[in-house]
């Protein structure tokens, strides 16, 4: 596993010109609450995009419309030239695209209990990838020996720390071969100093040339892997543009403000 002081150091970025995703008027609403308000985004494979803002702001909701795991009220989402767009009932086909295309780590690692880590690494890969159990628990090892817990195959999740059972979920995401990783706070459950390690996982994909969307509240991490970082307040992006140049020297009143009090916190 890469060494945990790396984490702050910088990658060097992927030029790409056609869009690996893009979406479109984006919008998303629970009854009356306006949740997404119209968020248009494009990005490159190989970029990593971290998204930061306070809570409330829709940062989660907009990685669930992406995965369609909550359907957009207005607007379209494409992921590697297919598109699904709101009011137009997806099919099958596309779904499964979709699914294939994006992984995804959540906050909570929902690990199955009752199933030891290499089957929770290789279960997916036999009922959506259609591996054997010998290729799947294969490909499992090699995840498992990349995040540093190969020797916790035949253990079960609950006999794991946090920081392990999300570099376990980490693993699970990237055994269907996605070409898009989601990340929603993968660190926000965890004590700092276990949440380096998750970060130094996030940090070697980045450096692999794994596309990411990271939603994240670790602004070294925003500022010192991501390509680039989004700002939202209320549905809507405040602000994008290079790391740097946003987190340093933020063009927008509230994101000045947010970046002030969540680094004199």
């Not at 910088?10 to 995703?21: I, N």
């Not at 306006?34 to 930061?52: K, R, S, T």
């Not at 929902?110 to 690494?121: A, E, R």
């Amino acid at each position: 596993m890469t060494d945990l002081s790396v984490v702050g150091m910088k990658r060097p970025t992927t030029a790409a010109t056609v869009p690996l995703m893009r979406l479109d008027g984006v919008k998303k609403a629970f009854g009356a609450h306006q949740v997404l308000d119209g968020v248009n985004l494009q990005m490159a494979a190989g970029e990593v995009l971290a998204i930061i803002g306070p809570s409330g702001s829709g940062k989660s909701t907009l990685l669930r419309c992406i995965n369609q795991l909550e359907p957009p009220t207005e607007g379209s989402v494409s992921v590697d030239g297919v598109t699904i767009t709101a009011g137009k009932k997806p099919s099958m086909a596309e779904l499964n695209h979709f699914r294939r295309s994006l992984g995804m780590v959540f906050q909570s690692f929902n690990l199955f209990p009752h199933l030891s880590v290499l089957q929770n690494v290789s279960l997916a890969q036999q009922r959506v990838l259609g591996r054997s159990k010998k290729e799947a628990d294969a490909r499992s090892m090699q995840l498992l020996e990349r995040v540093g817990l190969a020797n916790k195959a035949s253990q079960y999740p609950a006999r794991c720390s946090g920081g392990q059972q999300q570099r376990i979920a980490i693993s699970r995401a990237l055994a269907l071969d996605p070409k898009i990783m989601l990340f929603d706070e993968p660190t926000s459950a965890l004590d700092p100093e276990v949440g380096l390690e998750v970060l130094a996982v996030m940090r070697e994909l980045a450096d692999d040339g794994m596309t990411m969307v990271v939603v994240t509240h670790e602004m070294r991490f925003a500022e010192n892997v991501s390509d680039r970082v989004i700002v939202m307040a209320d549905g809507v992006i405040l602000e994008e543009g290079r790391s740097g140049e946003v987190m340093n020297s933020p063009r927008n009143d509230r994101v000045r403000k947010f970046l002030s009090a969540v680094r004199d916190r």
